[in-house]
């Protein structure tokens, strides 16, 4: 006994407004990621921080034995005071034998000479006072202060490590993360593509039109604020034949660190598009079909050329038309010529949007 058609749901494909999404793969940094490294040489002998810790700009990071520096601070006072002394001797000397050359006294060799002598102290006391101030300035550099509001990284050194200005590891780093910037590539093709999509008759103009990107986490969620993207490489990496952009995210409740990783989703709006529900298609060799209904209710496979998606739909450049009807579901036994009873859906229902 031959078995009837069955009966199956059919959609009519529909044409409406969509929007599509392209994702990159980005890093994440902090608008400012700081090496905190030492300007004077010691060893360590207090940190005032913890690694992670969020810290203020003035904030004491690092204290480097002091007493070095201290002393060598005295040593400079100590010499700038001599020199003052040296240098009150000889205008001393001056003012005596100005008066005796005057009155022929004296040779005014003796007065030269000992104009040269003042001469000389007046710049023993210049160099001992930069010396007191060089003094100061390092004494300063022993107390490690946050350059910037931020996040301490990791703390490579303890209480004791000698640190060296020329040690290869910085102290900490501290990540400024009231914002941050999402580093992304596109290869030519998406390069193109994007001088193309977007107005304006340089590239600087097109990405100041670009609508805000959105930020793609880890575990698939949205990061609840959009970015901007801002800049763009001067150049194509040869290596990897892309070039690289920059999007800005705010990060107010500091969510988001220095070294995340996410996906850059621009979005891409379409004045009308071809809508396949995901549900009524089936792959084969990584390409995606339908199945169209034909005269007599006989149905056929048919390719499609994607354009974008979403999680539930499909938007199709070609292999069906709009208004044609496919199949929505019970697909898995279906065969090219099989002749189907068709059961229409609403499209206002399946869709929730009114065909154009």
């Known amino acids: 006994m031959t078995q009837p058609p069955p009966s199956l749901p059919v959609v009519t494909v529909i044409n409406m407004p969509a929007t599509t999404y392209q994702e990159y793969s980005a890093s994440l940094e902090g608008i400012k990621d700081i090496e905190i490294r030492p300007q004077v ?21 690092f204290q480097i034995n002091v007493r070095p520096y201290r002393e060598k601070l005295n040593n400079a006072r100590a010499s700038l005071a001599a020199a003052k002394a040296n240098l009150s001797n000889a205008e001393i000397n001056v003012s005596k034998l100005t008066p005796l050359v005057q009155n022929n006294v004296v040779s005014d060799v003796q007065l030269k000479t000992a104009k040269t002598a003042y001469d000389a102290a007046v710049a ?32 490579p050194f303890k209480t004791g490590s000698l640190v060296l200005m020329n040690t290869p590891q910085a ?39 670009m609508p805000p990107v959105e930020l793609v986490l880890p575990d698939g969620s949205l990061y609840p604020q959009k970015g901007k993207v801002q800049i763009v490489a001067g150049q194509f990496n040869n290596t990897i034949g892309a070039i690289t952009f920059r999007a800005a995210f705010p990060n107010t409740d500091r969510l988001l660190r220095s070294g995340n990783t996410g996906k850059v989703r621009i979005a891409k709006e379409l004045k009308t598009a071809l809508v396949v529900p995901q549900e009524a298609t089936f792959e084969i060799q990584d390409k995606v079909y339908v199945f169209a209904v034909g005269d007599s209710n006989k ?8 354009s974008g998606k979403t999680e539930a739909y499909y938007f199709v450049e070609s292999g069906v038309k709009a208004d044609e009807k496919i199949v929505f579901a019970g697909i898995g036994n279906l065969k090219d010529g099989m002749v189907i009873v068709p059961q229409p859906i609403s499209t206002d229902s399946l869709f929730k949007v009114k065909p154009l």
């Open 41 to 61: 040489e010691g060893y360590l002998e207090r940190i005032y921080v913890d690694e992670g810790a969020y810290v203020r700009r003035g904030q004491p990071l």
């Open 124 to 155: 023993n006391v210049a160099q001992a006072q930069a010396m007191v101030a060089s003094a100061q300035i390092d004494l300063g550099y022993t107390s490690i202060k946050a350059p910037v509001d931020g996040y301490i990284g990791r703390i």
């Open 171 to 209: 102290l900490t780093v501290i990540s400024d993360i009231k914002e941050v910037y999402a580093y992304f590539s596109l290869s030519e093709n998406d390069f193109i593509q994007f001088k193309n999509r977007n107005e304006g008759n340089t590239i600087e103009e097109k990405i100041k039109k």
């Open 299 to 306: 149905v056929a496979s048919k390719p499609l050329m994607i």
